[in-house]
């Protein structure tokens, strides 16, 4: 172990606990870095918070690329191959490591890293609903503190030695590649690859919300931005109506409808998913409002209300209610 030194950086101590190999790497904007994290407490039992061995992945993150927690970058950077070392960071870098924790909990989890279908930041989020979802974090985030991070450096990647994920690119390149993955979901939805096709507008979505998230709500580009998001949103919906996911469809197209109750498609589809539900009030209300927004969709409405499906609806109702009476 290697005594505690600073690295010039006000707030921080690093101590180096096992050496790595060769001289330090050239960390570039883009480079990707590889590395395992341990997030601890500084209290007597060093309570761990995370832990990326035990999730059994480790962490990437592209320099340069406005991560949130942008002190890693300043860790890693001092740091050589293989090289495990422990730093004490104090509060003014520690902020926000609560809303960081809370993603990257959620992909372990299996779960989506944010929320894409709700039309806030995720700061204004944890605001409107008063807790990141888990208690450990809510008590960070009440009460911030200096945290223990313990890294180790596994791997260095030049812009030029991987394939750049949406997460790893710009906002410019977010947005070139919106378009490319909206095609690329249509050509697969349109092959009956449902799942395949999910994937890409999900990504494309996520590509738009990190945008906007940079623009202030309502105004022209948000709001050019929030359509185009409607738009794939509404592409996804239409898969999952495919997979037979009617509650998640009827999850996103109601958050559309909470924020933008002129768009028609929303409606159509929710009232799709409501029936397949047995939600016949629901399905009905949906497809008026329909017909109120296009009275043009008059045909394909009557002709979905005249279908198998909402017929069976409607009569698994009234069984439903014979069945209730006493």
């Given at each position: 172990m290697v005594d505690s030194l600073l690295l010039g950086v006000e707030g921080i101590k690093k101590t180096i606990l096992y050496g790595g190999t060769s001289e330090i790497p050239k960390f570039i904007t883009g480079s990707k870095v590889t590395f395992h994290f341990r997030t601890m407490l500084c209290n007597d039992d060093?309570?761990?918070?995370?832990?990326?061995k035990k999730v059994g992945v480790p962490m990437e993150v592209v320099i340069g690329n406005m991560f949130k927690l942008d002190v890693w970058?300043?860790?890693?950077?001092?740091?050589?191959?293989?090289?495990?070392?422990?730093?004490?960071?104090?509060?003014?870098?520690?902020?926000?490591?609560p809303m960081v924790?809370?993603?990257?909990?959620?992909i372990a989890e299996g779960k989506d890293p944010v929320d894409w279908h709700i039309h806030t930041c995720g700061m204004a989020n944890m605001f409107a609903f008063h807790t990141l979802g888990y208690d450990d974090l809510d008590e960070l985030q009440k009460e911030p503190q200096p945290?223990?991070?313990?890294?180790?450096?596994?791997?260095?990647?030049?812009?030029?030695e991987y394939h750049r994920e949406s997460w790893a690119m710009n906002d410019e390149e977010r947005l070139k590649a919106v378009p490319v993955l909206h095609g690329q979901g249509n050509k697969l939805y349109k092959q009956g690859r449902f799942e395949e096709a999910t994937n890409k507008y999900k990504e494309a979505i996520l590509c738009i919300k990190n945008v906007q998230?940079?623009?202030?709500?309502?105004?022209?580009?948000?709001?050019?931005?929030?359509?185009?998001?409607?738009?794939?949103?509404?592409?996804?919906?239409?898969?999952?109506?495919?997979?037979?996911?009617?509650?998640?469809?009827?999850?996103?197209?109601?958050?559309?409808?909470?924020?933008?109750?002129?768009?028609m498609k929303a409606f159509y589809l929710r009232g799709?998913?409501?029936?397949?539900?047995?939600?016949?009030?629901?399905?009905?209300?949906?497809?008026?409002?329909v017909l109120d927004l296009d009275p043009n969709m008059k045909k394909k409405v009557a002709f979905f209300l005249l279908s198998d499906t909402f017929r069976s609806c409607?009569?698994?109702?009234?069984?439903?209610?014979?069945l209730c009476v006493n």
């Open positions: 060093r309570t761990v918070l995370d832990d990326s970058e300043t860790l890693l950077k001092s740091m050589r191959i293989g090289e495990v070392a422990e730093f004490w960071c104090d509060i003014i870098h520690t902020g926000l490591y924790a809370k993603s990257l909990r959620r945290l223990i991070f313990v890294l180790e450096l596994l791997k260095v990647q030049q812009p030029s998230s940079k623009e202030k709500a309502w105004e022209v580009p948000w709001l050019k931005l929030e359509k185009t998001a409607n738009t794939l949103t509404l592409n996804y919906c239409q898969c999952l109506l495919r997979m037979q996911e009617y509650y998640e469809v009827i999850e996103h197209t109601s958050d559309i409808i909470n924020q933008h109750p002129g768009v799709k998913a409501h029936t397949e539900v047995w939600n016949e009030a629901e399905a009905k209300a949906d497809f008026q409002r409607a009569k698994r109702k009234s069984d439903d209610g014979a």
